[in-house]
Each structure stands twice: as structure tokens, then as C-alpha cells.
């Protein structure tokens, strides 16, 4: 059977992405002959954009808590913890720091090296409260993970992992992905939101039929 190539597009503080990644791994284990490629995706770029969509950065955290309940009904696992994140003191983050960890990974390592931070940062984010905007709190999660911590960090700030990031999101605008997760099937076919994975195998199995 010929490779299908998926690119999952996500973003690490998106809530929806959390139960999704979940069920990305447990698709590849069914359909082995699936690539999955993981791409860039900013909902919050800057601290700027939290005043323009909410009014105040300090303001964000009652309405985006919602969107985690909705997200923890999707999760088949039920794993957020939203009372934590409702007590924690710090401000929501920004997309940057987390995606910058993990493009830094995959260029430290591989595509799977970028999956495990990613995941491992997500965990930390929905259901330890931890802030994945500070850099040093990320640094502290990468380090606990199978992967050359040394070279990790000697990318993970650099111009080319910030540029690697900024050209997926152009890619972003030139498939026009609106949301996460979004996955793009051989490089035509998008499917958006966190479907079950009954729904994806079907739909992923739809074009390839196609």
C-alpha cells in the first residue's frame, strides 16, 4: 500500500489538540502505513493578541477555562485539570515558547522526538498546571524526556527554529487551516476538529479510496 501523508497540524496550549494527539498515535498503530508529519499552528502569537481577543490578557483564562471543559468531554480520558489551571497565578501563555520546543526537537532529532515533547508538554500544561510560556519550566520537561537535552537547548532559541516555525505558518495560510487540529491528507485533503477515532480512520479512508 502507497504511504498517506498527514500533516497534523496543532498547537500546544490548544485544548482540543490534547485528546486529538491521543488519538494520532493510536490511528498510526491501526494504519501503520499512515505518515504523520507535525506542523505549526499559532493561536496566540503574542500577549497583544490575548488583549485583542479577550480585552486584557488577565481576562483570558475565565473563557478559555470553557473551552477546556468542552475539550475535557471530548478527551475519552477526561484528563484536564481546569481547577488547577483555575488556581494557578500565572498568565495564560502564548503559542511561541511550546512550538519553538518542539520544531527545536525535531531538529535535534526526529519527527517522533517531536511528538513526545509536544505531548509531554501538553500534560503539563492541561493537567499540571504548569506554565509552558516560560522557558525555563520547558526546559525542565524537555529534560526529563529521551532526547539530547545539550543540542535541544542549543536550538531551541535560535533564528533557524524560529524561522522553520514562522514557514509553517505560512503553510497554515497556503492550505487555509483556520483552526486546530486540522490534519491535510496528501497535501489537499483537510479534516478540522478532535473526531473520534472511528470518525478519522473513515474519513482518512475516504480518500484514499478517492
Not at 480520558?77 to 511550546?98: K, V
Not at 519527527?111 to 503539563?124: G, N, P, R, S
Not at 510560556?133 to 524526556?145: C, H, K, P, Y
Amino acid at each position: 500500500m502507497h504511504t498517506t501523508k498527514i500533516e497534523f497540524f496543532h498547537d500546544p496550549i490548544c485544548s482540543f489538540c490534547f485528546p486529538m494527539s491521543n488519538r494520532m498515535r493510536e490511528l498510526k498503530k491501526q494504519l501503520p502505513h499512515v505518515e504523520i508529519l507535525h506542523r505549526s499552528f499559532a493561536l496566540v502569537k503574542s500577549e497583544k493578541e490575548f488583549e485583542a481577543m479577550f480585552g486584557s490578557h488577565e481576562n483570558a483564562k475565565n473563557e478559555i477555562l470553557t473551552h477546556w471543559e468542552k475539550a475535557n468531554r471530548n478527551d475519552n480520558l477526561n484528563r484536564f485539570n481546569i481547577q488547577g489551571m483555575r488556581n494557578a497565578t500565572f498568565l495564560f501563555p502564548t503559542s511561541m515558547p511550546a512550538l519553538y520546543a518542539c520544531k527545536a526537537a525535531r531538529l535535534a532529532a526526529t519527527e517522533e522526538a517531536y511528538w513526545d515533547v509536544f505531548d509531554a508538554l501538553q500534560k503539563a500544561f492541561f493537567m499540571g498546571s504548569q506554565n509552558i510560556g516560560d522557558f525555563a519550566v520547558i526546559e525542565q520537561i524537555v529534560s526529563t524526556l529521551e532526547i539530547d537535552f545539550e543540542h535541544w537547548k542549543s536550538l531551541v532559541t535560535t533564528d533557524e527554529v524560529k524561522q522553520r516555525v514562522e514557514n509553517e505558518l505560512q503553510l497554515v495560510n497556503h492550505y487555509g487551516i483556520r483552526t486546530v487540529p486540522s490534519l491535510v491528507v496528501n497535501e489537499k485533503h483537510i479534516i478540522s476538529g478532535a473526531l473520534q477515532l472511528e470518525e478519522l480512520i473513515d474519513r482518512i479512508g475516504k480518500v484514499e479510496r478517492n
